[in-house]
């Protein structure tokens, strides 16, 4: 009973973490190098830069991600993944893997009824 009350606290902390209906989209978008504000907004489909700007300063609270701000005019702000953010590429490409054969069985089992 004790492994499953660990596990359990795992996965809700994993959901506190990567939870919601945004942050993956946004840690993949960054998976592949910094991005500014503006670029993460135009890659995420149907975000608002209110809820972009909560759902960053979520995920660099807990140290997933880095704000990096240039002293331009106007300024530019750079987004990134932190070093423990990095730790979750693993995991994003299985997470992708999984999707992808997932889908292809659901796919074939619409395609066949």
Known sequence: MKKCTNNMESLQFILQIMG???KL???STLYFGKKRFKELESE???ISAKMLI???KGLEAVG???RQTFNTV???VEYSLTEEGLTM????????????KFQDKIND???TK
Do not use: F
């Open 54 to 56: 909560k759902e960053l």
């Open 109 to 111: 089992k619409s395609s």
């Open 89 to 100: 590429k693993p995991l994003l490409d299985q997470m992708n893997q999984w999707a992808a």
């Open 64 to 66: 997933i991600v880095n």
């Open 25 to 27: 989209h946004i840690l």
């Open 74 to 76: 106007p300024i530019t």
């Open 44 to 46: 995420i489909d149907g």
């Open 20 to 22: 919601g209906k945004w």
